[in-house]
């Protein structure tokens, strides 16, 4: 198996300080289409940040314009101290990149591909280190078009990582994949953070962002119209969490004078709880202590999924 030199160049070290990727007042235009209206974010150093938006939102575009592939048109964009859109030669050296529609040709091995890729880069990952790491030597000789899908997302990742990159970009990771390949393709892309590597995750997917990131913007029509953590962009929604069980018998008014409980309500034998902060617990609590423990007992409170639904149905400002 071919490996290469693992030490790196003084132009491959990157010694930039502060955030890896700011945004500041970022438009952009396809002839008379305004697609990116002043947008403005930052990612720092070792975060696993989404970007999240419908088809057509503008993240596509976004992640282009970051990788030095397309010119803004107003605005200022730095990525690793760089401008991409006078130095993108320069950092695509520094980046790693999955594409949301990659492929190879059919007949091109995984081993030939991995060393194809190495050849562009001054210091390349050993290969046969990179291959162990993404379970990649039992498909060494397997061409491109034998690869399930999983098996694919793999190689494209490694490649993405063979040049030591300080930052990559993911576009749409797990489209078409089946939930268990889902699955198995959100832990690889924990290892990458895990790894130190900063990463930048391009999706339409709400409930891989809420799992994996820790910040996201949510881009829709071109605009950022929420940015956080998942667990603070849900928390402006202002929703209450509802708390359900049976209990045909059980004296409701037990309840009310819970913290945070606004209301409580009996619909037939099922008992519905109304509030804010911890209520589950609370309830949970008050029914040991009555001995009336249900089995049946659970919460729904607000999603990502609900907020990012409702920001994308505003209409612009």
């Not at 930039?16 to 500041?24: A, E, H, L, Q």
């Not at 010119?71 to 006078?86: M, W, Y």
């Not at 990771?173 to 198995?184: A, E, F, I, M, S």
Request: include cysteine; glycine fraction near 10%.
């Amino acid at each position: 198996m071919l490996t290469t030199r693992p030490t790196a160049t003084p132009d491959e070290l990157d010694t930039t300080t502060g955030p890896v990727i700011s945004v500041r007042d970022l438009d952009k235009r396809y002839g008379s289409t305004q697609v990116l209206h002043g947008i403005s974010f930052a990612v720092e150093e070792g975060e696993l940040f989404g970007l999240l938006g419908t088809n057509g939102a503008g993240k596509t575009t976004t992640v282009e314009i970051l990788q030095g592939l397309r010119r803004p048109d107003g605005g200022s964009v730095r990525v690793l101290g760089l401008d991409p859109a006078t130095s993108g030669d320069r950092l695509r050296r520094r980046i790693g990149t999955q594409l949301q529609d990659a492929a190879l040709p059919e007949r091109l091995r995984v081993g030939e591909s991995l060393a194809l890729f190495a050849s562009l880069h001054p210091a390349p990952r050993p290969l046969d280190e990179l291959a162990a790491e993404w379970q990649l030597e039992p498909l060494w000789r397997r061409p491109f078009g034998a690869l399930s899908g999983g098996e694919r997302q793999r190689l494209f990742v490694a490649l993405a990582l063979v040049g030591r990159p300080r930052l990559v970009f993911l576009d749409e990771l797990t489209q078409n994949l089946d939930p268990v390949g889902r699955r198995r393709t959100w832990d690889v892309v924990r290892r990458i953070r895990d790894g130190g590597t900063t990463v930048v995750l391009v999706t339409h997917d709400v409930e891989e962002a809420e799992r994996l990131c820790d910040r996201i913007v949510v881009l829709d029509r071109g605009r950022v119209v929420a940015e956080g953590p998942p667990a603070a962009i849900v928390g402006a929604l202002g929703g209450k969490a509802t708390v359900r069980f049976t209990d045909a018998e059980l004296d409701v008014r037990s309840l009310r004078d819970l913290p945070g409980v606004d209301r409580v309500d009996r619909h037939g034998a099922e008992v519905r709880v109304t509030g804010v902060g911890p209520v589950l617990a609370h309830v949970g609590a008050r029914l040991v202590a009555l001995d009336r423990p249900p089995l049946d007992l659970h919460v729904a409170v607000p999603t990502l999924e609900d907020r990012f639904v409702a920001l994308t149905q505003e209409a612009p400002s």
